[in-house]
């Protein structure tokens, strides 16, 4: 009997070290899964909800909507108005929603990370506090996420965000644009950034939640790459085949090219983006000529308060944050 449970057990080991070794090759002979597992786009959470009734996820004073950024790709967008509105949003069109943003309230575009859709819980209540501090919030699911048609790539993710960004300019009058990325919507944000600043029509500023200095770093410091981390040619294996997949998301190169204030947020305890890159591309912006004349200003979350990487939304200094940065239109650097 002994010897039975040796051999079976002897058996699965050799399973799961066999199966330990050809993931690596698997991965390397088609690139195309990891960038998979870098988009998540088919991780849809929480997956029994209408993307096309915002309400039912609380949000009584948002309108769904759709736009076109290119032939055969259609985006599924979400406008929240400023919560002071909700008894004028009750029953409202889409026009009244789109005629809205040129009222005299800002306007934050919020560019999400991977997995899941707008309406992601914890993003939700991101747009509920935005809301509540008169913002208009507008949220969009990248093409291949959500109820959103295309096929993900970092082009198209980029490109949808400024077909975004230029509908809500086209409707905003002199209203102030601010864009918020988390996560991998950092890298989103960062890549249209500096495509609005080459193109001088910058946003008002610029806020980075969990931010990363480039795919590489985030995916060699992922806590799913632990159990690969020694493993013999890990960059070769595992990284490479990102980079052959057209995916950089350089937040680090994109920061020397942005010219507009830039706040970034990053909690201690953060176990999916370690706090150590957001740190260091705050050190790698900080110092960039393309800021001098703007603000730059790192907030850390101690880790005692246990935001790890999607909670910010729940720290009551967040409001006091956003008005200092974004109320102070003077430039001069804060460190």
Known sequence: MRKGLWFRLRKILLCVLGLYVAIPFLIKLCPGIQAKLIFLNFVRVPYFIDLKKPQDQGLNHTCNYYLQPEEDVTIG???TVPAVWWKDAQGKDQMWYEDALASS??????????????????????????SSLGYHVVTFDYRGWGDSVGTP???GMTYDALHVFDWIKARSGDNPVYIWGHSLGTGVATNLVRRLCERETPPDALILESPFTNIREEAKSHPFSVIYRYFPG???????????????????????????????????DDPVVPFQLGRKLYNIAAPSRSFRDFKVQFIPFHSDLGYRHKYIYKSPELPRILREFLGKSEPGRQH
């Open 234 to 268: 890990f960059d070769w294996f595992f990284l490479d085949p990102i980079t052959s997949s057209g995916i950089k998301f350089a937040n680090d190169e994109n920061v020397k090219h942005i010219s507009c204030s830039l706040l970034i947020l990053h909690a201690e």
């Open 105 to 130: 309230c800002p306007i934050i575009l919020y560019l999400h990370g991977n997995a899941g859709t707008r309406g992601g819980d914890h993003r939700v209540e991101l747009y509920k506090v935005l």
């Open 153 to 155: 790539s970092e082009r």
């Open 77 to 79: 967008v979400w406008h």
